[in-house]
């Protein structure tokens, strides 16, 4: 299931994924905190990802002046979206610093299903796949296919405790390089305010052979480093026999 919600606001963080990671926080806490506890208690990866879209955007220093974003979530935990959803619907404004986002609307969005081996995938937030040194891999790269493979199969393997039903082909069909500024709490409280992590990523389209049912989880999953924090949100574009 997908969740769609739009907010109004002038200006974010640039670092600006982490204040949504709090409304989502929030938003469980709010629906309620038992589930918001033991959502949080366990350090393994979240069943959600989530990708932004931003209105009319600019760059002023440290900042992103918008005139509104959306924020797409998607996962196949319905429990996790009912109470997202909930939270959502019960609190009208969200803080960040001193920053602000007043939620405007919010609903479901149909979800499509996978029933082909072969689909064509389009990134709607950014896809992060790094080696076992932190480096970012390329879809040129000689070996992306294999820590895609790699990343779906921990995925995979931590929601449903399987993983990977058949290895995945990967063809990328056209990309491009993005780089993403981000912090956190850990992050500042070592390096000081205003130092960044920096991150090296790629938007674009690519085809994607396994079987259908890890196909489905992905597109719900996300695919990608660091899910929970905006990275590897999917769409459907179309189907290849």
């Known amino acids: 299931m997908r969740l769609i919600c739009s907010f109004v606001a002038e200006k974010m963080p640039i ?20 589930y918001y506890k033991r959502f949080y208690e366990n ?10 879209y931003l209105k009319d955007f600019h760059f002023v220093d440290q900042e992103v002046h918008v005139k509104g974003l959306t924020i797409t979530i998607s996962s196949p935990d319905h429990e996790f979206l009912l109470h997202l959803y909930n939270g959502l619907q019960r609190k009208q404004a ?12 919010i609903r479901m969005l149909p979800e ?17 796949v790094e080696d076992e040194n932190q480096k970012p891999v390329y879809p040129d790269d000689p070996g992306y296919e294999e820590h ?17 039903f058949l290895p995945l082909i990967v063809r990328p069909l056209r990309w491009r390089k993005v780089v993403v500024k981000e912090t956190n709490h850990e992050f500042e409280a070592v390096h000081g305010k205003n130092r960044f992590l920096y991150f090296t990523a790629h938007h674009g389209w690519f085809s994607c052979t396994g079987h259908p049912q890890d196909l489905q989880l992905l597109y719900q999953l996300g695919l990608s480093k660091r899910r929970n924090q905006g990275f590897g949100l999917l769409e459907i574009e179309g189907v290849r026999g």
């Open 94 to 105: 969200f803080s960040y610093k001193q920053y602000q986002l007043v939620k405007e609307r």
């Open 15 to 34: 670092s600006y994924r982490m204040m949504l990671v709090s409304v989502i926080k929030e938003s469980l806490r709010i629906s309620d905190e038992q």
């Open 43 to 52: 350090t393994s990866m979240k069943p959600f990802v989530f990708s932004t």
């Open 148 to 164: 895609v493979n790699y990343l779906a199969d921990l995925i995979l393997r931590q929601y449903r405790g399987k993983g990977l």
């Open 112 to 128: 499509k299903t996978v029933t082909d081996s072969t689909v064509v995938f389009r990134t709607l937030s950014p896809l992060l």
